[in-house]
């Protein structure tokens, strides 16, 4: 990586990506000339625009180029003048209101419960009245004059764009990287201004002109109907008076159709501008060009592709056969949007699964495992593109369909379990409904058959047909899970796709999904292509396993002899896993003080609507002590309450009942958001997705740096050059201290890997020279050798720097690994505390054993890891 260097921020990359776009190109030109004109219409036309010329009233002429009006007033001179006017009102009310509307929106989202339901009656109060009369009414009562309109506009046009920007600012006020930064410290208005609004700028940008077109629109119709200054000249001022002489009456075209254009384009240009914004945040809007990602593009079928399966000499064709594929990411023309170049997903790739064969793909995160898995499906993004190769379905090449026959292959021929298919569901829709339409869309089935068919899906894979009303939420993980793979399975289609089918789910949970996919395979006889970075959970359901690396297949062979005999470095790799520790599981000799304690903490969620007053128990009376030096671990299933108690020692939740106490202080006498400087100095938190816990608007300088001035011990100086080359010093050493190169500080998330994510993660977190550190699953979402890195780093820092860490889990391969002492929580309460070694080897619980049964044999001591 090259040295640190600066790097443009959202708002910039969005500037730029804009002067790419033709739309915006053309729309910022119109409105340029206008400007332009606006400006020069003092030397175009010198002197009182509206000053009667002497002229009789004429169309245009050589004298007069845009004609004169029945007053002697030549309409050229009162059509530049009035774009002055019009453009600055219009420009000045749409930009106060956007800022008003933006205030209120952010302030509304974050701040939330009375706040957020105040503003939100004021904004529903203003939105429910009437537009055009409360224009009116306004406009009638207030003196005449541009500050008057500029007042009236901005009042009545900020409650739609607060709306709309409220609903934005929500969806990123529970993000990861917004409660890292409240755990961090930062103010309110920081976390606003800071954290939310730079991945506002798309949304704030087409805000701003819709609002500038809105106002220019709305003083336009005032001044038409006589509500502005009868001694302005403006376009609006320009249609009045033509309407008042009459004009559509006599003919005379001239005196209204030059204002009423220029409105017309200006409203044009703003909405070029904004389809250019749209496009620039949205690729899927993008046209594409010549040579550029076009994967629904039909490709010459050739002619020995063509055809059903056949027999040759008694050996099937396999039923899905992958040839030499390369597909390559990059924005249209071949350039990234972010400057960078092409980089290819795939390289050169091939594979078969036959008939009844259930093939795995594994390899690390970003080998290209889930593009392999889009291009089969045809479901690669808009920056993506297909530069060689064949993918055989049944003798005919998927690259080759056209789109009738696409949407007859998918779901019938091969049907796809999506990475994240837990969050595939929609949120507002019933399980019995989201299974239905599949069956309504591709059988054509009346809705009642579809929903019996369904209630039949859902036995199928072991969900009660009572669910059948139930939302996603109301589930389980595991559930949710296995509703996806029942509507993949709907049409009965012959290849399934699980693409990481069980990335964050519990050993239990895993164990269960995977049975289940064996079992139905059995039944129905479907080919299956399992895509993990998980080798274990390809042993005992693969009979073939591919390895992944950059793209390419590295190796390839039966199962048995790739766990056992691996050839590749790649696969080597995936194999080592976490290796048993040689003396595991001692709790620290000296000092054995308690440094954070929870006694009898419960945390009661409401369930059902407003009025009711059902309760969930997520936690029932904790007791847990972290001592100082010590690794704890707390592991249980998805659900049991970990990361709730995770986030009330992180104080971004309030519990129903019981006492937090670091070095025997009760920290719980305030609200949760405000804790203390001093406990968020001494106990930081690191959150389970390395992938959304950093912002992803700002540069790891930029995130670490914030971090260092929240918690530097010295007072922050005036920012001269000696401070920011000291705070760059300082986060070079952070980064130094997690196992990464200074030159990263210059760079973004989406640049970095998962490991390298959680480990700046990491890094922010120990900026302050925390005590305490609560780490939230942090290597759930990474695979085998990062998971491995992460842990060995974790416990480095304990030797290194003292901290006390409480390491949250459902794996307890890891927790076997790193912790002293392990607690196992079941449905919200402690059933099992000892030292690690202890509990692993003599589990006194059914739950705990029940644990222990899911895990992989351990493996003997690795020699180097690397």
């Not at 914004?277 to 594409?288: F, G, H, I, M, Y």
């Not at 990411?329 to 092409?342: N, P, T, V």
């Not at 106990?683 to 670490?704: I, Y």
């Not at 505390?833 to 899911?854: F, W």
């Amino acid at each position: 990586m090259s040295p640190a260097r600066r790097r443009r921020g959202p708002l910039a990359g969005l500037l730029s990506s804009l002067t790419r776009s033709r739309r915006a190109r053309a729309g910022t030109t119109i409105l340029a000339l206008f400007a332009i004109a606006a400006l020069l219409a003092p030397v175009i036309s010198p002197g009182d625009p509206a000053r009667i010329t002497g002229a009789p009233a004429c169309g245009p002429s050589p004298a007069h180029w845009l004609g004169v009006t029945p007053k002697g007033q030549d309409v050229l001179a009162m059509t530049l003048w009035g774009a002055r006017s019009s453009l600055a009102v219009g420009l000045g009310a749409g930009v106060l209101a956007t800022l008003v509307a933006l205030v209120v929106g952010l302030t509304s989202a974050y701040l939330g419960r009375a706040v957020d339901g105040l503003l939100s009656v004021v904004t529903n109060v203003f939105l429910l009245l009437p537009g055009l009369p409360l224009l009116v009414v306004l406009a009638a009562y207030m003196p005449p004059g541009w500050a008057s309109t500029l007042i009236v506009l901005v009042v009545t046009g900020w409650a739609g764009a607060a709306r709309v920007l409220r609903a934005q600012a929500m969806s990123l006020r529970g993000t990861d990287f917004v409660e890292a930064a409240v755990v961090a410290g930062e103010g309110p208005v920081r976390i606003m201004a800071g954290e939310m609004l730079p991945n506002m700028a798309s949304v704030v940008m087409s805000t701003l002109l819709g609002c500038v077109n809105a106002a220019i629109g709305a003083q336009a119709g005032l001044e038409f109907l006589g509500l502005g200054s009868s001694g302005s000249v403006s376009w609006g001022t320009n249609l009045h008076w033509a309407a008042t002489d009459g004009a559509l009456m006599t003919g005379r075209w001239w005196t209204f159709v030059p204002s009423g254009l220029a409105i017309a384009l200006v409203a044009y240009a703003l909405a070029l501008i904004n389809a250019g914004v749209d496009e620039a945040t949205n690729p899927r809007l993008r046209r594409p060009t010549r040579g550029g990602p076009d994967v629904e593009r039909p490709v010459s079928l050739p002619a020995h592709s063509a055809g059903p399966i056949v027999e040759d000499g008694g050996d099937r064709e396999p039923l899905l056969r992958i040839e030499d594929l390369s597909v390559e990411y990059g924005a249209d023309g071949g350039e990234r949007a972010d400057g960078g170049r092409r980089v290819v997903g795939v390289d050169r790739f091939s594979l078969t699964v036959g008939p009844g064969e259930v093939v795995g793909l594994a390899g690390p995160s970003g080998c290209g495992k889930t593009t392999a898995a889009a291009a089969i499906m045809r479901l690669l993004g808009p920056t993506a593109r297909v530069t060689s190769g064949r993918v055989m379905v049944g003798g005919r090449d998927v690259l080759a369909l056209d789109p009738g026959e696409l949407r007859r292959l998918r779901w019938r021929e091969v049907a796809l379990v999506p990475q994240s298919a837990m969050n595939a569901l929609n949120p507002v829709t019933t399980i019995g409904e989201q299974v239905a339409d599949v069956l309504t869309t591709h059988e054509g089935l009346r809705r009642r058959a579809a929903r019996e068919r369904a209630a039949e899906l859902l036995e199928s894979v072991g969900i009660p047909v009572g669910r059948l009303r139930a939302y996603p939420h109301q589930l389980s993980g595991g559930q949710r899970q296995r509703i996806v793979i029942a509507m993949a399975l709907a049409l009965g289609p012959r290849l399934l796709i699980l693409d990481e089918p069980t990335t964050a789910l519990d050993v239990v949970v895993q164990r269960e999904v995977m049975a289940l996919v064996l079992s139905l395979k059995a039944r129905l006889g479907f080919s299956v292509l399992l895509i993990t970075h998980d080798l274990s959970l390809m042993a005992g359901v693969c009979d073939r396993i591919g390895v992944m690396e950059a793209g390419r297949l590295v190796e390839e062979g039966p199962t048995a002899s790739i766990l056992t005999a691996p050839t590749h470095p790649a696969t080597k790799v995936l194999m080592a896993g976490l290796p048993v520790r040689p003396d595991p599981g001692r709790p620290p000799e000296a000092p054995t003080e308690p440094v954070l304690e929870v006694k009898g903490l419960s945390k009661d969620f409401p369930a059902g609507g407003l009025l009711s007053r059902r309760t969930i128990q997520a936690l029932a009376g904790v007791d847990l002590t972290l001592h100082r030096g010590e690794i704890l671990a707390l592991v249980g299933r998805t659900g049991s309450g970990k990361s709730t108690l995770a986030r009330i020692i992180a104080r971004l939740e309030a519990p129903t009942a019981g006492r937090l106490l670091l070095e025997g202080r009760d920290v719980l006498a305030r609200g949760p958001r405000r804790a203390s400087r001093q406990y968020r100095n001494r106990v930081q938190m690191v959150f389970q997705d390395p992938f959304a816990s950093l912002n992803p608007a700002h540069s790891v300088e930029r995130t670490l740096g914030r971090a260092l001035a929240l918690h530097r011990s010295a007072p922050e100086s005036g920012g001269g050059t000696d401070d920011q080359t000291d705070a760059v010093a300082e986060a070079a050493r952070l980064l130094d201290a997690v196992g990464l190169e200074p030159g990263l500080l210059g760079a973004r998330p989406h640049e970095l890997s998962g490991g390298q994510r959680q480990r700046v993660a990491i890094a922010r977190a120990l900026a302050c020279g925390p005590e305490v550190l609560v780490a939230d699953e942090p290597t759930s979402m990474l695979d085998a050798p990062l998971r491995a890195g992460i842990l060995d780093l974790l416990a480095r820092l304990r030797q290194e720097r003292g901290l006390s860490i409480l390491y949250i889990t459902h794996d307890l391969a890891s927790a076997r690994y790193l912790a002293d002492t392990t607690a196992v929580l079941q449905a919200g309460r402690l059933v099992e505390t000892g030292p690690t070694a202890e509990l692993m080897k003599h589990p006194a619980q059914p739950y705990t054993r029940l644990l222990l049964s899911a895990l992989p044999a351990p493996k003997p001591p690795a020699a180097s890891r690397g």
